[in-house]
Nanobody, 122 residues
C-alpha cells in the first residue's frame, strides 16, 4: 500500500516561496512508470494540477504555473518537493501530493496524500 504524506508550513507570506515536501512509503519514487504530482484546490474551486516529477527525474508543469513552480526529489529519502515562488493570496489552497499510475496531468491518480492547508497571508 502506497502512502503519501505532505508536510511544510501552513502559512506563507505574500511574495515568498511556498515549499512543501511529500514523503512516500510503500513504494519507490524511481519505479517505472509512475509519476509524482502536486495538485491543489483553492477554496470553493476545483482541483488544479500543478506539476509532476517522473520516475527518471523528468519534470512537467502546468503552463499557467511553470514560470514559478519547481518540483524536485530526494531519492535517498524517497521524497519529492514543491516550490512555488512569488505567492499571492490566490495561491491559498489545500495542496495534495499524489501518484499517477497512468501517465500524468492529474487524470491518472491512483494514490493521494491527505492534503495540507496552505494560507498565503501577511
Amino acid at each position: 500500500q502506497v502512502q503519501l504524506q505532505e508536510s511544510g508550513p501552513g502559512l506563507v507570506k505574500p511574495s515568498q516561496t511556498l515549499s512543501l515536501t511529500c514523503t512516500v512509503s510503500g513504494g519507490s519514487i524511481t519505479t517505472n512508470y509512475y509519476y509524482w504530482s502536486w495538485i491543489r484546490q483553492p477554496p470553493g474551486k476545483g482541483l488544479e494540477w500543478m506539476g509532476v516529477i517522473g520516475y527518471s527525474g523528468s519534470t512537467y508543469y502546468s503552463p499557467s504555473l511553470e514560470s514559478r513552480t519547481s518540483v524536485s526529489r530526494d531519492t535517498s529519502k524517497n521524497q519529492f518537493t514543491l516550490q512555488l515562488s512569488s505567492v499571492t493570496p490566490e495561491d491559498t489552497a489545500v495542496y495534495y501530493c499524489a501518484r499517477e499510475g497512468r501517465g500524468f496531468s492529474g487524470t491518472g491518480v491512483d494514490y493521494w496524500g491527505q492534503g495540507t492547508q496552505v494560507t498565503v497571508s501577511s
